[in-house]
């Protein structure tokens, strides 16, 4: 793992929850950062999967300065995709799984000072992970494997950050903290396209804040 601490780590060590957002457009990043971190969540995922998301990391990350929030692009399976997000502000890289790129995306991003999160599952890709210099683990698809699957891990790799993603909501986040994730992901359960694309901020707010009232249950 890397040694170089950054802010989001300590940001996710202390608020325990990043939102993904997965929208097939983002018209107002701006206002999707600020609602967010109004409702408690200051650590934001933006996906290779929605179009120009270089210009929206730009945005985002500019906006996030101003709120002490941070931003991050995920779904990135190349060292290419790694150094254009990094250019336009992306302090954190997270990848869907263990490709043969993963080193390459790596060394992109702690070479910029940003922090890795790679995908994993098993434990031999958890062991992977971490020999690849991963900051921290998401376990992914969370919704296949359960808060136990974590407790599980945490045998054999009591100090190793795990963060779940996928299927995790505000019925079962506190319950995946339990089981000693470092954090949580907030999904389409706090950001639904349909609100993105409708500019429904307050929801998003709301939604937010419920998720993150959950955690402390």
Same mark, same amino acid.
């Given at each position: ?5 950054? &802010? ?10 990043? +939102? ?57 399976? %190349? ?75 945490? &045998? ?12 995790? %909501? ?9 089981? &000693? ?7 389409? %359960?706090?950001?639904?396209? +349909? ?23």
């Amino acid at each position: 793992m890397s040694d170089k601490p950054t &802010g989001v780590l300590e940001a996710l060590e202390q608020d325990r929850v990043l +939102s993904i957002v997965r929208a097939p457009r983002i018209d107002d990043v701006v206002a999707l950062t600020d609602a967010l971190s109004t409702g408690g969540i200051r650590v934001l995922e933006l996906t290779f999967t929605t179009p120009g998301l270089t210009d929206l990391l730009r945005a985002a990350a500019e906006a996030a300065s101003r709120t002490g929030a941070f931003v991050g692009a995920g779904t990135v399976t %190349s060292g290419e995709q790694a150094a254009a997000a990094v250019a336009a502000g992306a302090q954190f890289i997270v990848t869907p799984g263990l490709g043969p790129r993963a080193r390459e995306i790596v060394d992109v991003a702690h070479r910029a000072g940003a922090a890795v999160v790679l995908g994993a599952l098993t434990p031999s890709e958890v062991m992977t992970a971490v020999d690849l210099g991963a900051d921290v683990v998401k376990i992914f698809p969370a919704r296949a494997v359960g808060p136990s699957y974590l407790s599980d891990l945490h &045998g054999p790799f009591p100090d190793v950050p795990l963060i779940p993603s996928g299927g995790v %909501s505000a019925s079962n986040a506190a319950d995946f903290l339990a089981a &000693g994730a470092l954090a949580v992901t907030a999904g389409t %359960s706090v950001v639904a396209p +349909s609100d993105v694309e409708n500019a429904r901020w307050s929801d998003i707010t709301r939604n937010a804040a419920t998720f993150c009232a959950s955690l402390r249950k």
